[in-house]
């Protein structure tokens, strides 16, 4: 009985063939070796001034501007027995850069004995508190007015306005890195539009 024998060929071919698994096996190996490396060293990832987002962000609106003396309507009133205290307190309001409106004797007949009263809305707190800073010792009284309207009233105390203040300044916030969608802003009065430029009357 006869054996069958591989023949020195196929016995080759066999071999080439293993070696040939081998060295895929190897190089895969080594290829799944490099790119866990590669991520781990961020070869692969994004850029660093790159943010992967699903949508593009909307850039930091600004913040609204401070309130100054501008945009301040203020009506001043004399509440004592000085006469001319009211006109000349509004001028020197008005030399503050505060719109004046109304100049006269308190209409309310408030008996005030400290240096001066402020009357506002509730919607005018930032302008009497504004207001309010131009006089020592002002008190702060709140009514139900419509508008950000504030009365001055002049009192008993009354020597004079406070020294000006020396404004503030605010660093502005840094611009981000990111691109960003501007926000949108609201449409600016058409050029021409009339502004209050109300100066004291000389009563009061």
């Known amino acids: 009985m006869g054996y069958l024998t591989e023949s020195p060929t196929w016995k080759q071919r066999r071999r080439r063939r293993q070696r040939v698994t081998m060295a895929v096996i190897v190089l895969l190996v080594v290829a799944v070796g490099v790119v866990a490396y590669g991520y781990r060293e961020q070869w692969f990832g994004p850029p660093e001034d790159d943010v992967v987002v699903g949508t593009v962000p909307t850039c930091p609106t600004a913040s609204p501007a401070p309130l100054t003396a501008a945009d301040v309507h203020v009506n001043v009133y004399n509440s004592t027995s000085r006469s001319g205290l009211a006109a000349s307190v ?19 007949h408030a008996d005030v004995k400290a240096t001066a009263l402020v009357r506002f809305g509730p919607d005018g707190a930032k302008a009497a508190a504004l207001v309010q800073a131009q006089v020592a010792k002002a008190v702060m009284k709140q009514d139900t007015r419509k508008g950000a309207g504030v009365d001055l009233v002049l009192g008993q105390a009354f020597r004079g306005l406070a020294a000006p203040s ?39």
Not at 96 to 108: G, I, K, M, Q, Y
């Open 166 to 204: 020396t404004p503030t300044t605010t660093t502005p916030a840094p611009t981000p890195s990111v691109r960003c969608t501007p926000a949108a802003t609201p449409s600016s009065p058409a050029p021409g539009t009339p502004s209050d430029t109300s100066s004291p009357s000389p009563s009061g």
């Open 90 to 108: 509004a001028k020197a309001l008005h030399a503050r850069s505060f719109v004046v409106e109304t100049v006269a004797n308190d209409p309310l």
